[in-house]
């Protein structure tokens, strides 16, 4: 028997109608490493905000473990205090004392089977109370070099695996870094991977969640205008920017040593670079999604030679919004001689049909001019301009502008006639403007996430293999700039080091201010 198109169904066809506000079912979340800033910053006023939103079960439970000597009214002031200072939505008493009847605390260190042990009672405990129904997330919110250990407690007390015979979950959460290199990622993937299997282990790219990163796929997919000028015919290159104007001060115990390029580009750029850059997937099922991503970082290679298609530099003391601040050699923390870069830029090549020859320039740093972080398509020139060459003095390359944030939209940059007698062109923008387009605010990143955690949605969370290409491509630059040379000073409130400048100049081309 022959098989009718309408019997056919795309097996990556998701049919679920995504209008509809997705509540997670029951289940109970796990935070290792809770006294840490991101749990106090962005994962508690999450939480809440989820709880605010409706999108939490009922019986919802948190459960923090840390050494701290707390108790669990001095974890629930934590939390509390967290949510009243951080939270995006606002407070509401009755949102609280429901979210509060589910919080927990189990005080011990990731060496200690019997709190391992406890942890597993009070899970336990949770499903009776709480209807936890089984279902539970473990976020481990700590260093890597502490995933195997804990990785290993988990299995050892039966909490890493649901019953058998039932749909039940368990899942893992972990943070970047994910490994320092390709083959320490590789390490840490198989441990991650012996205890939970990879449908069950979710990496956090906080990037991800953002809504704006979201929209790419949407302007790319959901339009016709733009899809047919994606290519290497049209695109002259693509810019990649993220510039963030805060420094280092606190932060030495994680980036010194680490820096820039491991720090956001092994992760945000490259992924940022692979939505731009992706095939249409055959659909959003995140299998099919995923496909298309790893498919052009298998792709994607950093352009030689590294002395002219890279740049690095380091911010030293210098003037921002008016304030002195102190350059990273005199941050607290920070080796006197560290050569920890800054700032990072490098070039990379998409080797497909559709970008051979087109450039991707991809920078990150510290205590820049700004906070932005945005991605420019910029085109070619018109092959043929029909008309006096002064009427285009002031005409330059057509760009279409992603913002990811702040200002969050989309600017569009083309020539148009200044008003006047004369014929004289010049660059205007069109812009859309989330916050004019539409009323409601966005979501922060780390409650779509957690929320995808708990719904089992893994389409915005890399996978090992997507870690793993990144570092593969970075490795390369990484170990050309540990063999010679060191960072090139830029003072703060610069747009980086001259050095960077430099390496786009060479190709006649130069960098955005945004
Ligand atoms: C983190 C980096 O992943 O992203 C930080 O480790 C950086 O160094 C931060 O400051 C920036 O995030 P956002 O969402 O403020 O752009």
């Known amino acids: 028997m022959s098989v009718t198109r309408k019997q056919w169904r795309n097996p990556l066809r998701d049919d679920r109608d995504k209008r509809l506000p997705r509540i997670a079912g029951p289940c109970g979340l796990v935070i290792f490493g809770v006294t840490g800033d991101l749990s106090r910053r962005k994962l ?131 943070e970047k870094p994910f490994g320092h290199d390709l083959h320490s990622a590789q390490d840490l993937n198989r441990i991650v991977n012996e205890v939970f299997p990879e449908e069950s282990v979710f990496r956090i790219d906080h990037y991800l969640g953002k809504e704006t990163v979201q929209n790419i796929l949407a302007l790319r997919f959901a339009n016709q205008l733009f899809e047919p000028l994606w290519n290497a015919h049209y695109v002259d290159h693509v810019q990649i920017t993220m510039a963030e104007d805060i420094g280092l001060g606190g ?7 680490i820096g820039a390029a491991r720090d956001v580009i092994q992760n945000h750029l490259l992924q940022l670079l692979a939505l731009t850059a992706m095939e249409e997937p055959v659909s959003f099922h995140p299998k099919a999604l995923r496909t298309e991503k790893v498919k052009v970082l298998a792709a994607t290679r950093p352009m030689a030679p590294f002395t002219e298609t890279t740049a690095r530099g380091q911010y030293t003391g210098g003037w921002q919004g008016g304030q002195k601040v102190p350059g990273l050699l005199d941050e607290g923390g920070f080796a006197s001689d560290s050569v920890t870069e800054t700032y990072a830029a490098m070039t990379m090549e ?5 970008w051979a020859g087109v450039p991707f320039y991809l920078r990150s740093g510290k205590r820049l001019g700004r906070r932005v972080t945005e991605i420019a398509v ?72 957690l929320l995808d955690v708990l719904l089992g949605e893994p389409s915005l969370f890399p996978m090992n293999e997507e870690v793993e290409l990144s570092w593969r491509i970075l490795d390369p630059v990484l170990a050309s700039w540990h063999a010679e040379g060191v960072p090139e000073p830029y003072a703060a409130g610069t747009w980086g080091p001259p050095s960077a400048d430099r390496m786009l100049a060479r190709t006649g081309r130069h960098w955005r201010r945004p």
């Open 44 to 174: 508690m006023p999450a939480i809440y905000d989820l709880a605010n939103r409706g999108l939490l079960p009922p019986g919802f439970a948190l459960t923090g473990f840390a050494r701290r000597d707390w108790n669990g009214e001095d974890f629930s002031k934590v939390v509390h205090d967290a949510v009243r200072e951080h939270a995006r939505t606002p407070f509401r008493q009755d949102v609280w004392d429901r979210l509060a009847e589910g919080l927990r605390f189990v005080q011990g260190s990731f060496d200690d089977d019997e709190a391992f042990d406890r942890l597993a009672e009070t899970v336990r405990e949770l499903d009776e109370v709480r209807g936890t129904g089984g279902n539970h997330a473990f976020y481990l919110s700590v260093p890597p070099k502490a995933f195997p250990l804990v990785c290993r407690q988990l299995a050892r007390s039966g909490l890493s695996t649901a019953t058998t015979g039932t749909d039940q979950w368990r899942r893992v959460v972990i």
């Open 251 to 257: 932060r030495a115990g994680y980036y010194d040593g």
């Open 350 to 354: 998409v080797n497909t049909r559709r």
């Open 378 to 449: 910029v085109f070619k020139r018109a092959p043929h301009l029909p008309f006096d060459a002064t009427a285009t003095e002031e005409l330059g390359e057509n760009a279409l502008v992603i913002r990811v944030q702040p200002d969050e939209g989309v600017t569009m940059r083309f020539g148009s006639k200044v008003p006047g007698t004369a014929m004289q062109i010049r660059d205007v923008t069109m812009d859309f403007g989330y916050g004019h387009a539409f009323t409601e605010d966005s979501p922060e990143a780390y409650e779509r996430l």
